[in-house]
């Protein structure tokens, strides 16, 4: 009987933490979405305006400019969310404690780790979300609006691709056009291996192809080296040294590459492997990669900040100051990693280190900080 008595409260303890657990989550949730859709609308919004300054020159009609703006959202919608799961916490938290709803918990035995935990999960579960399903749609659209600008604004077309066959270049001269096949290319150079080209006249007319063992890229020119040249109808031709007119530079090709933005999470791994396998660096991709790992630990991390500046009661006046405190925090840790992102594409620090330095660090300053305000 006394055994009996003495679970039931244990009990009552256990149903009021799933009841204060699911309640703190969906007041984070609710704000998390109410700031979500907000932030979206204007950047959506100032999108529109961008683009419709930027296509003024251009016979483009509005119609064009909507859509551009609608498959860049995803992409510009991601790339918000930290900012987004700073704000919606520092609102849930300071709600739950301007109406003491925090200091009853308190006071039944509730510590500060524990009415965090539905906040953190709920920011795992969307940064996991964020990394395996946003970010996969916001690659597919996102590319598609690489190549509308192209066309309406940069009036340039992709040169390069790379796929498990090789290396495929395309270039258009005043003869017609060439497409360029290569096995591989020489780390550190333009300097194509095992090549084949395809050369076509005005309509896609083939004209004539060449394989080859080498061809290198210098100015103003493709200079291949023993080469075979095989004419419809005609005896092939063997020449040691042929030149092929290009207007291609290395900074072109470079360009061409599909930016790291472009390509989904899923994808990422094969089309860095597929890189190096053609012999150029895969360094934007790789840090790219591991920044989507750390982006669930990264919204850890911006909830343990947001609580340290929105846990404590404030005195009167002071609430707008912890505010804009959190706010310029967050805004603090974007630029510097950033910078830290910087350095890691300039090879100066490994690329691992420079994508998880600024969720690793965010995070154990929040632990700090909780640790030296709170009790524990």
């Known amino acids: 009987m006394i055994s009996v008595l003495a679970s039931q409260p244990a009990m009552r303890r256990l149903r009021l933490s799933a009841t204060l657990t699911g309640y703190i989550a969906r007041q984070y949730l609710f704000w998390f979405g109410s700031f979500y859709f907000a932030i979206v609308a204007i ?13 003024a020159t251009k016979d483009v009609s509005l119609v064009v400019s909507l ?22 916490a520092m609102a849930t938290f300071w709600r739950l404690t301007r109406s003491h709803e925090l200091v009853v918990a308190r006071a039944a035995g509730v510590s ?7 906040v953190l999960g709920s920011s795992v579960v969307i940064g996991m979300l964020a990394v395996s399903a946003l970010n996969p749609l916001a690659s597919i659209l996102l590319s598609r609006y690489e190549r509308l600008e192209a066309s309406y604004i940069r009036n340039q077309q992709s040169v390069l691709a790379v796929s498990e066959t090789g290396l495929w270049l395309r270039q258009a001269d005043d003869d017609g056009q060439s497409v360029i096949h290569a096995e591989r290319v020489k780390p550190g150079s333009v300097f194509l291996q095992q090549v084949i080209v395809f050369r076509y006249a005005d309509q896609d007319r083939f004209v004539d192809r060449i394989d080859a063992r080498e061809a290198q890229l210098q100015d103003g020119r493709w200079l ?20 092929l007119p290009t207007d291609l530079t290395v900074d072109k090709i470079q360009e061409s590459f599909a930016p790291p933005e472009t390509i989904a999470f899923w994808h990422l791994p094969r089309f860095i492997e597929l890189m190096q396998a053609a012999g150029f660096s895969a360094t934007p991709h790789r840090l790219q990669f591991h920044r989507l790992l750390a982006l669930p630990m990264l919204f850890a991390a911006m909830v343990l900040l947001a609580a340290t500046f929105s846990l404590r009661p404030q005195r009167r006046g002071r609430v707008g100051v912890a505010i804009l405190a959190g706010m310029l925090t967050g805004f603090l840790l974007y630029f510097l990693s950033n910078f830290v992102f910087a350095i890691g594409l300039s090879g100066t620090i490994p690329i691992v280190l420079a994508a998880w330095t600024p969720a690793g660090v ?11 305000l709170e009790d524990g």
Do not use: C, N
């Open 224 to 243: 291949i080296l023993d080469a075979m040249l095989s004419r419809p109808g005609e005896a092939s031709q063997f020449y040691e040294q042929f030149e």
């Open 67 to 88: 859509k551009m703006a609608s498959l860049k959202l995803p992409y510009l919608s991601q790339e918000v969310m930290p900012f987004t799961v700073l704000f919606a």
């Open 43 to 55: 950047i959506f919004l100032a999108t529109i305006v961008d683009l419709l300054d930027r296509l």
């Open 112 to 118: 500060v780790w524990q009415f965090l935990l539905p």
């Open 362 to 372: 965010s995070l154990m300053l929040g632990v700090a900080m909780l640790l030296h």
